[in-house]
């Protein structure tokens, strides 16, 4: 499987600030880019995707892809307590979308 | 509408046992994914299917993992001889159809536990 990497965690944020999240990714030839949201004990939830380079917002998430870097960030502005979870970036090749480890994001009210 | 859904949604095996894992894709869905999760990692693919075709199956880890989605709709996981390292949750997701643009969907998994 294709390599991708996360920034290590956890992270910890006070309520109402900006949570950054960064990820690298080795495949040169990926072109669909995934962030998906897990709570504890749950199933992973996708919260955006993003295919071009730039930045794509959807309420207090915003991603950013720069292919020429291989780098995909997501950013949380607002941050509230229900953000807490741990956030998977996922890159598709073939179809199949390979994994980082995810980092532990905690804000703290 | 109704997401992805797993059965059971834990299984408790002793190690050498058989197990199946079913997968009920989103209705429409034609393509459908099976990955495993260790503790601390992220989602590791195994298998995904376009209709009733496995059209990759090259994360299956050894002959003991097998797959099949014999009407293009649900899908069974089976594993033999099951052992401690087979340990996880097995997550199945589903997308609309394969190609870069379309979203994958998880089901809420199945906890494997070999004793």
């Known amino acids: 499987q294709k390599e991708v990497e996360q920034n290590s965690g956890p992270l910890s944020v006070p309520e109402g600030a900006i949570a950054s999240l960064n990820c690298t990714y080795s495949d040169r030839v990926s072109q669909s880019f995934f962030w998906y949201r897990q709570y504890s004990g749950k199933s992973p939830e996708l919260i955006m995707s993003i295919y071009s380079n730039g930045d794509k917002e959807d309420g207090r998430f915003t991603a950013q892809l720069n292919k020429a870097s291989q780098y995909v960030s997501l950013l949380i502005r607002d941050s509230q307590p229900s953000d807490s979870a741990t956030y998977l970036c996922a890159v598709k090749s073939d179809y199949k979308l390979s994994f980082g480890a995810g980092t532990t994001v905690t804000v703290r009210a | 509408g109704a997401g992805v859904s797993q059965t059971p949604s834990n299984k408790v095996t002793e190690k050498g046992k058989y197990v199946e894992l079913r997968c009920d894709p989103i209705s429409g869905h034609t393509a459908l994914y099976w990955y495993r999760q260790s503790l601390g990692q992220g989602p590791e693919f195994l298998i995904y299917?376009?209709?009733?075709?496995?059209?990759?199956d090259s994360g299956l880890p050894n002959d003991r993992f097998f797959a099949v989605r014999p009407e293009g709709s649900v899908s069974t996981l089976k594993i033999q001889r099951t052992e401690r390292g087979d340990s996880a949750v097995y997550l199945c997701a589903s997308s609309l159809n394969l190609g870069q643009a379309y979203e994958q969907y998880f089901g809420p998994g199945t906890r494997l536990t070999v004793t």
């Open positions: 299917f376009q209709g009733t075709g496995a059209a990759d």
